[in-house]
T-cell receptor, first 115, second 111 residues
Framework: DARVTQTPRHKVTEMGQEVTMRCQPI?????VFWYRQTMMQGLELLAY????????DSGMPKDRFSAEMPDATLATLKIQPSEPRDSAVYFC?????????????FGPGTRLTVL | TQLLEQSPQFLSIQEGENLTVYCNSS?????LQWYRQEPGEGPVLLVT?????EVKKLKRLTFQFGDARKDSSLHITAAQPGDTGLYLC???????????FGTGTKLQVIP
């Protein structure tokens, strides 16, 4: 049963610390997404990769956030320095490369708390 | 920016009742997906609709894509407590563009 995996599941850190979240997409999926979910804002797209190349990161605060895909089996999202307003659940999703049909399969999320 | 408005925002019903959730936009979508998210989990894909007017059924859930491919509905017959969750629609505007997620409908089915 292929699934997207994310680590860690929970992270509590102090303001100013670096946070790294990792995602292993489903094998064979060519698209990878990073989302942030809060009660107030709902599901926000942070970054979108296709074939490991970034297609859209317009939703990501560039001064502190960065997203990369060092290889096809790993996507990372880093926050440096972290701030309390970054507290949220961060989801990674992957999907097959189908034009006009952008189905996404989500991981369980990383719940981040910045004190 | 494309927007997908879902209604209602919240819905609390008794087990056995029927309900319909709506997903509306002024934009045309090449495809639309519905997801359900349970507390502490990521959204799970339920269905994809592609053709205007298309109707798909998944057990007690019926999904319809509007003729103009700007809106969609999800109808649940005889709701059960296991249907409780956040329902999200998501539209793809074509090509390999990113998906736009709806505002969400939080459903609670009371036993």
């Amino acid at each position: 049963d292929a699934r997207v995996t994310q680590t860690p599941r929970h992270k509590v850190t102090e303001m100013g610390q670096e946070v790294t979240m990792r995602c292993q997409p489903i094998l064979g999926h060519n698209t990878v997404f990073w989302y942030r979910q809060t009660m107030m804002q709902g599901l926000e797209l942070l970054a979108y990769f296709r074939n490991r190349a970034p297609l859209d990161d317009s939703g990501m605060p560039k001064d502190r956030f960065s997203a990369e895909m060092p290889d096809a089996t790993l996507a990372t999202l880093k926050i440096q320095p972290s701030e309390p307003r970054d507290s949220a659940v961060y989801f990674c999703a992957s999907g097959p490369d189908r034009e006009n049909v952008n189905e996404q399969f989500f991981g369980p999320g990383t719940r981040l708390t910045v004190l | 920016t494309q927007l997908l408005e879902q209604s209602p925002q919240f819905l609390s019903i008794q087990e056995g009742e029927n309900l319909t959730v709506y997903c509306n936009s002024s934009s045309v979508f090449s495809s639309l997906q519905w997801y359900r998210q349970e507390p502490g989990e990521g959204p799970v894909l339920l269905v994809t609709v592609v053709t205007g007017g298309e109707v798909k059924k998944l057990k007690r859930l019926t999904f319809q894509f509007g003729d103009a491919r700007k809106d969609s509905s999800l109808h649940i017959t005889a709701a059960q407590p296991g249907d409780t969750g956040l329902y999200l629609c998501a539209g793809n505007s074509g090509g390999y563009q990113k998906v736009t997620f709806g505002t969400g409908t939080k459903l609670q089915v009371i036993p």
